[in-house]
C-alpha cells in the first residue's frame, strides 16, 4: 500500500515535470533565443520586499542589474526603480506543437528590467527559460529513445525467443556484437559516422533514433529470456493444441509476461538516454545552437572562467541530478512490484 | 475377472453411429528421433523417443498405454495430438491420414482430438479466469458471439461438475482436482471425439481420482468419445480401459485386452509391472 | 584450456563482426575527410579526388574492408588523414593512458567498495547501513559529466590538484620519483571522479551478494562454532559471494571504458576518448574504426579476464 502511493507521488512529480517542459513558453519568461547582450553572465535576479526607502510591499520586486563600468560579467543592483513581479502577463507570441498559439506567460517583469531566475549565459540568454526549453530536448529524447530501443528489443527478442533455432542464432549474436562495445563507444561510432551538422529539428529525431536504435541489445535478450520460458509452459501448448496461430499465442499468452519486464526496463533505459543526449550534445555532437538541450548548455562549463565565476551555470546539472533521482526511485518500487507479481 | 469397464461396456446401449469394428485411430511404424548437440556438430547424439510404434483404437473404446518414465508415452500422445512431427510412420483418423493434411483440414482435426496435460496447474493460465480458459478453444475457432462462448463455457464446465458460479474464478483459487475438471471442460468443449488423457490423473489423490474415472466414464458414454489414456499406474488402468498397450523404450511390448493383460500377463517385463502392483481392484 | 581456447575463437569472431559492423556504419556515412576541402575553392576537385582514390576512398566497401584487414594484420590499423600517419602508434601511445587511467580507477573502486559493501551487509538495517546506501544512492543520480565538472571545480578553487594533462611541462627534467608523483597527481581528478561514479554500483551489488550469502546454513554454522565475525566475513563469506562478484568485474570493465572516455575528454587525460571526439569532428573514419576497436579489446579482454578469474575461483566451473 504504502509503494503504491509512493509510485503514485512519483509518477505525478515525472508526468509533471514533462509537461511543464512542453509548456515552457508558457512557464518561461523569455524565448530561449532572446538574447541580452548588455547582459552576458548576470547572477539570478534578488527579490525584494523591502524597498531603499524602507517600505514594505507585498509584492515581491525586482532591481535591474546594471553592468559595474569597465567589468564584465560583474553587476551592481540599480536600486532607483523597482519593478513587481507580474503573473500571468503578456510576452513574446509562442506556438506549441504548431496548433496552441498563445503569448501568455506565467511570469515577468517589465522592461527594462529582466528576471533571471537561475542567471544568464555568455548572450545574456535567460538561463531559466532555456532550462525549460532544454527539458524538452533532454527530458522527452531520453523517453522516446527508450521507447525505441524497447520496441526493437521486444520485436527482435520475442522472434528470437519463440521461434528459436536460425532466428534466434542470429539475433542473439547480433546482440552480442552491440554488447562487445562500451556503450558510449557504440554510441560515439554511430553517431561518427553521420552529418556532423544537422538542423535542430533534424538533430532531435536522429538522436532518439540513434540512441534508440543502438540500445536494443540488451532488452532484447531478456525479453527472449522471458519468451523461451513462456513458450514452454504447458497452457501454451494446449493452446497450440487447439490450433492456436503463433501470433494468437504470443499476443495472448506469451508477451503478457513481459510487460512488468517492460515497465521496469523503461524506468531504467529512460535516464540511461537522457544522460546520452546530454554526454553528446556537451560534445557538440548532439543538438546545436541556438536550441538549448541541457547538453549544450552545460558546455560552457568547460571553460575555466566560467566554472570558477559563474555558479548558476550549474543548474542544468541540479536539474539532471533531481530528474535521475526520481527515475531511480520509480526503478526500484517497479522491480519490487514486477517481483510481487511474479510470485 | 472382468474389469469394472468391461461390465459398463456391455451395459451400454447399442445404437452406435461410429462402427466399432473400424479403428477410430490408427498408428503404423511411427518413428520419433530426437537430435542433441550443438547445430554445427548435429549428428552427435540421436534419442530414439517412439521405434517403430503400431497401435489401433476403436471407436468408443479406452486404450491405455502404460510403461515406465522415459519410455516414450507423452511422445507418443503428443505425436497423436499433433503437437509433435514424427521422424517417420503413419497416423490414420478416421480413415484420413494426419500427416499429411492441408492447414484447413489440420485446423479441423484440432476440433477433433484434444490432449488433457497432467499438471492442471500449468495447463491453466493464471491470468484468464476459469470460463475464459474453457471457452479459449472456441475463440481460437471463432465460434460464435462472446456470450455464445461464454454461456457453452460454463455448460462445459458443468458438465465436468464445477459450479458455473465460479467462473470468474481465477484458476488459482481451484483445488486440483478442480483444476484437472477445468483442464477436462476445456478439452470438451469443443466437442472432440478423441480425447488423449496424458497422465492425467497422476496428480490427484485417490478419493479425487475415483472421481475423475466415474466422470470420464459419464461423459465418455454420454458423448460417444474414444480414450487413449496413457499412465504409469496399473491399477488405476484396470478400471477405465478396453485395452491396454506396454511400452518399453520407445516400444510396444504386449498390447491386449485388459482383462487378458492382467490374468496372462505374456512379456517378462509386464509380468514385472504387473508383480509390482500392490494390488488389484476385483469386482463382484 | 580447451575452455579458453574456444573463448579465444570466440572473440576473434567476435572482434571481426565488430570492425565489420564499423565499416557497415562507415558505408552509411554521408562524405568524408576531404569534403570539407572540396568546400574550400582553392582547391581543385581534380586534387581532392586524387588524394581520394591515394587513400582508396573511392573503392567500393569490401575491397576497403580487405586492404584494411591487410593492415591490420601488419599492425598498422588503417591510416589516420589528421595525423598523415598510420592508427596504429597513434592509439597505442593513448591507450596505454586510458589503461593506467581505468586499471587504477577499477582496483581503487573495488579496494573500496568490498570493505564499505561488507560492513554495510553485516550491519543489515542499521544506521551505517542505511547512511551509506542512501549516500551511494545520491551519488548514483549525479552523472559523470557533472562529477567531473565539480571535481575540476574543487582543484580549480583550491589549487591542490592539476586540472589536465598528463604530465607537467617540465615532465622530461624531473628525476624518476618526481616523476612517479607528477602522474599521481595528475591521476588523482579523473580516477576520483571513475570512482566516485562507479562506486555505489559496486557496492549496491557486493552488499547484495554478501546479505544472501549470509544467510546460507554454513555462515550460521560458522558464527555457532565461535569464529570471529571478521573472519566469517572475509574468510566464509565473501568467497561464497565472489561467483556474482566476478560476473560483475566483467560488466563493469564496460561501465568503466564508457565513463573513462567522457572524464578523459573533460579532464583532457591524453587517452582513448579526447582522439575519438576529435576523430568523429574531423570525420577521420580509419582512427575512428581503430579507436573503437581499441576499446572493443579492452571490453572483451576484461571480459576474458573475469572468465579466467571465475574459472580459477569456482572450482564447480573446472569440473564442468
Known amino acids: 500500500m504504502i509503494r503504491d502511493r509512493k509510485l503514485w507521488l512519483i509518477l505525478a512529480v515525472l508526468v509533471s515535470a514533462h509537461l511543464i517542459v512542453l509548456w515552457a513558453p508558457f512557464f518561461a519568461p523569455y524565448d530561449f533565443a532572446s538574447q541580452e547582450r548588455a547582459m552576458p553572465f548576470a547572477p539570478p535576479t534578488r527579490f525584494h520586499f523591502v524597498d531603499s526607502q524602507g517600505h514594505l510591499?507585498?509584492?515581491p520586486f525586482v532591481y535591474r542589474w546594471e553592468p559595474r563600468p569597465e567589468t564584465f560579467g560583474a553587476y551592481v543592483e540599480d536600486q532607483s526603480q523597482a519593478f513587481p513581479l507580474r503573473f500571468f502577463v503578456r510576452g513574446t507570441r509562442y506556438k506549441i506543437a504548431r496548433i496552441f498559439d498563445s503569448s501568455w506567460r506565467l511570469f515577468g517583469v517589465e522592461e527594462p528590467a529582466r528576471i533571471y531566475l537561475a542567471g544568464s549565459d555568455d548572450f545574456g540568454r535567460d538561463q531559466f527559460s532555456r532550462l525549460l526549453y532544454g527539458g524538452q530536448i533532454s527530458l522527452f529524447s531520453g523517453l522516446m529513445a527508450a521507447a525505441v530501443s524497447l520496441a526493437l528489443g521486444l520485436a527482435l527478442g520475442a522472434l528470437a525467443g519463440f521461434y528459436g533455432g536460425l532466428v534466434d542464432d542470429v539475433v542473439m549474436r547480433s546482440a552480442e556484437l552491440f554488447l562487445a562495445l562500451p556503450w558510449l563507444y557504440l554510441l560515439f561510432a554511430v553517431r561518427a559516422f553521420l552529418p556532423l551538422h544537422i538542423r535542430p529539428t533534424q538533430?532531435?529525431?536522429?538522436?532518439?533514433?540513434?540512441?534508440?536504435?543502438?540500445?536494443?541489445?540488451?532488452p532484447a535478450r531478456l525479453i527472449r529470456g522471458v519468451v523461451l520460458s513462456a513458450r514452454e509452459r504447458n497452457y501454451v501448448l494446449a493452446a497450440r493444441g487447439f490450433g492456436a496461430s503463433d501470433f494468437y499465442l504470443l499476443r495472448r499468452h506469451v508477451l503478457p509476461e513481459a510487460y512488468g519486464l517492460l515497465l521496469t526496463q523503461a524506468a531504467l533505459l529512460a535516464p540511461q538516454y537522457i544522460l546520452a543526449e546530454v554526454t553528446l550534445s556537451f560534445l557538440g555532437l548532439g543538438v546545436g545552437e541556438p536550441v538549448p538541450s541541457w547538453g549544450n548548455m552545460l558546455a560552457s562549463l568547460q571553460k575555466y572562467y566560467v566554472l570558477t565565476s559563474y555558479g548558476w551555470m550549474f543548474v542544468p546539472g541540479l536539474a539532471l541530478v533531481a530528474v535521475f533521482l526520481l527515475y531511480y526511485q520509480l526503478c526500484k518500487i517497479l522491480q519490487e512490484q514486477v517481483k510481487i507479481v511474479r510470485f | 475377472m472382468k474389469s469394472r469397464r468391461e461390465s459398463a461396456v456391455s451395459n451400454m446401449a447399442a445404437d452406435d453411429k461410429l462402427q466399432t469394428g473400424e479403428p477410430l485411430v490408427r498408428v503404423r511404424g511411427l518413428c520419433k528421433r530426437y537430435?542433441?548437440?550443438?547445430?554445427?556438430?548435429?549428428?552427435?547424439?540421436?534419442?530414439?523417443?517412439?521405434?517403430?510404434?503400431?497401435?489401433?483404437?476403436?471407436?468408443?473404446?479406452?486404450?491405455?498405454?502404460?510403461?515406465?518414465?522415459?519410455?516414450?508415452?507423452?511422445?507418443?500422445?503428443?505425436?497423436?495430438?499433433?503437437?509433435?512431427?514424427?521422424?517417420?510412420?503413419?497416423?490414420?483418423?478416421?480413415?484420413?491420414?494426419l500427416l499429411d493434411l492441408s492447414s484447413q483440414e489440420r485446423f479441423w482435426v484440432r476440433r477433433q482430438i484434444q490432449l488433457v496435460f497432467q499438471d492442471p496447474t500449468t495447463a491453466l493460465d493464471p491470468r484468464l479466469s476459469a470460463?475464459?480458459?474453457?471457452?479459449?478453444?472456441?475463440?481460437?475457432?471463432?465460434?460464435?458471439?462472446?456470450?455464445?462462448?461464454?454461456?457453452?463455457?460454463?455448460?462445459?464446465?458443468?458438465?465436468?461438475?464445477?459450479?458455473?458460479?465460479?467462473?470468474?474464478?481465477?484458476?488459482?483459487?481451484?483445488?486440483?482436482?478442480?483444476?484437472?475438471?477445468?483442464?477436462?471442460?476445456?478439452?470438451?468443449?469443443?466437442?472432440?471425439?478423441?480425447?488423449?488423457?496424458?497422465?492425467?490423473?497422476?496428480?490427484l489423490d485417490l478419493s479425487m481420482q475415483a472421481q475423475m474415472v466415474n466422470l470420464l466414464l459419464g461423459i465418455q458414454a454420454s458423448q460417444a468419445l474414444t480414450y487413449l489414456c496413457i499412465s504409469h499406474d496399473l491399477a488405476l488402468v484396470s478400471n477405465i480401459a478396453d485395452e491396454v498397450a506396454v511400452m518399453r523404450q520407445g516400444r510396444i511390448i504386449e498390447w491386449s485386452r485388459t482383462s487378458e493383460l492382467f490374468n496372462n500377463p505374456r512379456h517378462p517385463y509386464t509380468q514385472q509391472l504387473i508383480a509390482s502392483v500392490p494390488r488389484l481392484e476385483s469386482t463382484a | 584450456m580447451r575452455y579458453f581456447f574456444r573463448r579465444l575463437v570466440h572473440t576473434v569472431f567476435l572482434l571481426i563482426g565488430v570492425s565489420v559492423l564499423s565499416f557497415l556504419f562507415g558505408a552509411l556515412a554521408p562524405g568524408d575527410y576531404f569534403?570539407?576541402?572540396?568546400?574550400?575553392?582553392?582547391?581543385?576537385?581534380?586534387?581532392?579526388?586524387?588524394?581520394?582514390?591515394?587513400?582508396?576512398?573511392?573503392?567500393?566497401?569490401?575491397?576497403?574492408?580487405f586492404h584494411w584487414l591487410r593492415s591490420v594484420l601488419h599492425g598498422e590499423f588503417g591510416f589516420s588523414f589528421s595525423y598523415d600517419t598510420p592508427v596504429a602508434p597513434l592509439l597505442v601511445a593513448r591507450a596505454k593512458n586510458t589503461l593506467l587511467l581505468t586499471a587504477t580507477a577499477a582496483l581503487l573502486s573495488w579496494l573500496v567498495a568490498i570493505p564499505l559493501g561488507v560492513w554495510s551487509s553485516s550491519r543489515k538495517g542499521k544506521w551505517p547501513d542505511r547512511v551509506l546506501t542512501v549516500g551511494t544512492t545520491s551519488l548514483l543520480a549525479i552523472?559523470?559529466?557533472?562529477?567531473?565538472?565539480?571535481?575540476?571545480?574543487?582543484?580549480?578553487?583550491?589549487?591542490?590538484?592539476?586540472?589536465g594533462g598528463l604530465h607537467d611541462a617540465r615532465f622530461s627534467q624531473l628525476n624518476a620519483w618526481k616523476e612517479v608523483e607528477d602522474t599521481v597527481a595528475h591521476l588523482f581528478l579523473p580516477v576520483m571522479c571513475l570512482v566516485l561514479g562507479s562506486l555505489p554500483t559496486l557496492f549496491r551489488h557486493i552488499r547484495t551478494a554478501l546479505v544472501e550469502a549470509l544467510d546460507s546454513p554454513f555462515i550460521r554454522s560458522a558464527r555457532g562454532h565461535g569464529i570471529p565475525e571478521g573472519r566469517v566475513l572475509f574468510r566464509y563469506a565473501l568467497p561464497a559471494a565472489a561467483n556474482p562478484l566476478i560476473s560483475l568485474f566483467g560488466f563493469s570493465v564496460g561501465t568503466l571504458l564508457s565513463a573513462s572516455l567522457l572524464v578523459e575528454v573533460i579532464m583532457s587525460w591524453p587517452g582513448i576518448g579526447p582522439l575519438l571526439v576529435e576523430a568523429i569532428l574531423a570525420r577521420d573514419i580509419y582512427l575512428v574504426i581503430g579507436a573503437v576497436m581499441f576499446s572493443t579489446l579492452f571490453l572483451v579482454g576484461g571480459n576474458l579476464l573475469a572468465d579466467l578469474l571465475l574459472y580459477l575461483a569456482d572450482p564447480r566451473i573446472r569440473m564442468e
Not at chain 2, 540421436?46 to 479406452?62: N, Q
Not at chain 3, 552523472?143 to 580549480?156: E, K, R
Request: contains cysteine; aromatic residues 6%; proline residues 4%.
Open chain 1, 57 to 59: 510591499h507585498l509584492r
Open chain 1, 203 to 218: 538533430a532531435f529525431l536522429m538522436l532518439v533514433l540513434v540512441i534508440g536504435m543502438v540500445g536494443w541489445a540488451r
Open chain 2, 35 to 97: 537430435a542433441q548437440g550443438r547445430w554445427l556438430t548435429r549428428k552427435k547424439f540421436l534419442v530414439e523417443a517412439l521405434s517403430h510404434v503400431g497401435l489401433s483404437i476403436r471407436a468408443r473404446s479406452t486404450l491405455a498405454v502404460v510403461g515406465e518414465s522415459g519410455a516414450g508415452k507423452s511422445t507418443l500422445a503428443r505425436c497423436l495430438a499433433r503437437l509433435e512431427e514424427p521422424s517417420s510412420g503413419e497416423i490414420w483418423y478416421e480413415g484420413k491420414s
Open chain 2, 131 to 203: 470460463v475464459e480458459i474453457v471457452a479459449e478453444p472456441l475463440v481460437i475457432h471463432g465460434e460464435g458471439s462472446k456470450r455464445d462462448r461464454r454461456q457453452r463455457a460454463l455448460t462445459a464446465m458443468e458438465q465436468t461438475g464445477l459450479s458455473p458460479q465460479w467462473g470468474d474464478k481465477s484458476p488459482l483459487e481451484f483445488s486440483g482436482g478442480q483444476r484437472q475438471r477445468l483442464a477436462l471442460a476445456r478439452a470438451l468443449v469443443l466437442g472432440p471425439k478423441f480425447l488423449i488423457l496424458d497422465e492425467a490423473l497422476a496428480g
Open chain 3, 35 to 65: 569534403e570539407q576541402m572540396r568546400l574550400n575553392p582553392q582547391i581543385s576537385q581534380a586534387t581532392v579526388a586524387a588524394m581520394r582514390s591515394k587513400y582508396g576512398l573511392d573503392q567500393r566497401l569490401p575491397i576497403r574492408y
Open chain 3, 143 to 163: 552523472p559523470d559529466l557533472l562529477l567531473a565538472l565539480v571535481l575540476l571545480w574543487c582543484a580549480l578553487r583550491t589549487g591542490w590538484f592539476p586540472t
